[in-house]
């Protein structure tokens, strides 16, 4: 399962509809999603490890290269109302073919066995 932060200055607003876009484009995507997360760029900063992928505006990229260092894959947007964009982000990180292939690989293995 994929779990995604959404970060902005304040963490309240902004970050509230980047996580409602965020749920609309995984389901649109059909991915399993374990949590999806908003708050501050200074809280995000603090918990992003604990993520798969971070959303943030592109201006607070550098933030998070803590994060990236272990894996962690960070989308900078310009615009953070886009789903265009969120969705565009999540196929370049790859992870949504790695959760799609897990689901088939469960599904395989029922059949199978």
């Known amino acids: 399962m994929l779990n995604i932060l959404a970060c ?3 963490g309240s607003g902004t970050s509230l509809m980047m996580k409602i876009n965020l749920e609309k484009v995984v389901q649109s995507l059909n991915v399993d999603v374990g949590k999806i997360h908003h708050c501050t760029l200074t809280d995000g ?5 604990d993520y798969d992928v971070v959303f943030c505006p592109l201006y607070f990229v550098d933030m998070f290269k803590d994060a990236e260092s272990s894996g962690v894959h960070i989308i ?8 265009k964009e969120m969705e565009e982000g999540l196929i370049e990180t790859g992870k949504i073919w790695e959760n799609k292939r897990r689901k088939l690989d469960k599904k395989l293995d029922k059949i199978v066995n």
């Not at 900063?45 to 490890?49: D, G, L, R, S, V």
């Open 76 to 83: 900078g947007l310009k615009n953070l109302m886009s789903k």
């Open 45 to 49: 900063k603090e918990i992003a490890k």
């Open 8 to 10: 902005c200055v304040n």
